[in-house]
């Protein structure tokens, strides 16, 4: 076929360059050529039409294939903004008492403090009555415009300021606020705790008080008798004996001062003595003396604890120390 079809196009060839001019013959040289060439491509798809045999439909599509392996977990995001604050909840209820705990063991006892300490002049020039001393209130009885302090008030008619009373060797009050002159007994803390360079020293008889001053230093009226040790004294029987212008006593021994009493150690407990006062006796010695004038008396059985015995004379006053 395809031998047959260039023998044509041969003789076509021939057949044009013989009739035409030159021009001419060129011009449909030029087309033979493309039909030629036209033909060409015809006939080489036969061909291959005939070898292969023309194109089959699209197949249909194959089957989804297996899934694929799980990736990786992907990295952390960034971290979100913080919430607004929510609203405030409401208050619980109150929960039950508790159960009262046991009480605990009480701590010991502190060391008791020192005594308060009296300025050489306690009481205010200008007043009586009620001071401020140690930071804590202190009644005391002050002497107005002369300075006294009251120490102690003793009634000789009872036994609670005899010679061997303990009041006079403890530091314990005695109904501390029985502060006037009058005839309450008392002890103060003015008796351990104020220093003095003088003493006054008062009997009252008939509603009528007398007084004496006694001379005398020392850090308080507890440092010079609660030890019970003999202190002398000097200002005499006649000023003893102002206390009580009625006041009656032996001639001889006239022994004076803090605790007197016999100087014979066997007659100390039979025969007169005084925390503070004048002793005398009949003999020419102070081995037993009979009578006394003074503060925190006894003589035998006699109850007299503050004023003047002498056999038959034996006169209980209320009597007052105080100190400056």
């Not at 606020?177 to 104020?194: G, I, P, Q, R, V």
């Not at 007398?210 to 019970?228: C, H, K, P």
Request: proline content about 4%; overall charge positive; charged content about 20%.
């Amino acid at each position: 076929m395809q031998g047959f079809r260039l023998v044509v196009f041969l003789l076509l060839t021939v057949t044009v360059v013989a009739t035409s001019d030159a021009e001419e013959t060129r011009d449909d040289l030029k087309s033979i050529i493309s039909l030629f060439l036209v033909g060409k491509q015809r006939l080489q798809k036969q061909l291959l039409f005939s070898i292969h045999g023309l194109p089959g439909a699209a197949g249909a599509h194959g089957a989804p294939g297996a899934p694929g392996n799980r990736g990786d977990h992907g990295g952390p995001g960034p971290e979100g903004q913080r919430g607004e604050k929510g609203d405030k909840g409401t208050t619980g209820k109150v929960g039950p008492k508790g159960v009262t705990g046991e009480t605990g063991v009480r701590g010991p006892t502190g060391p008791r403090g020192a005594p308060g300490v009296f300025r050489s002049n306690v009481c205010s020039n200008d007043r009586e009555g009620m001071m401020r001393y140690n930071k804590q209130v202190k009644e005391v009885f002050c002497d107005a415009n002369k300075g006294w302090t009251l120490i102690m008030k003793i009634d000789g008619n009872q036994q609670t300021f005899n010679y061997r009373s303990s009041l006079w060797s403890n530091k314990e009050t005695l109904q501390p606020t029985n502060l006037d002159l009058d005839d309450k007994e008392a002890k103060l803390a003015s008796y351990w705790t104020l220093p003095f360079t003088e003493l006054r020293l008062g009997m009252k008889v008939d509603g009528t008080i007398r007084w004496i001053t006694l001379s005398y230093s020392a850090s308080s009226l507890y440092s010079v008798i609660a030890d019970g040790k003999y202190r002398s004294t000097t200002i005499g029987e006649n000023k003893w004996r102002s206390l009580l212008p009625t006041s009656s006593l032996q001639d001889n021994c006239n022994r004076e001062g803090f605790n007197t009493r016999a100087t014979h150690p066997h007659n100390i407990l039979n025969h007169a003595r005084a925390r503070l006062g004048f002793l005398a006796n009949g003999e020419n010695d102070c081995y037993t003396p009979d009578s006394f004038l003074g503060f925190g008396t006894e003589c035998r059985s006699n109850r007299n604890s503050a004023g003047n015995y002498h056999g038959h004379v034996n006169t209980k006053t209320i009597a007052y120390i105080m100190a400056r």
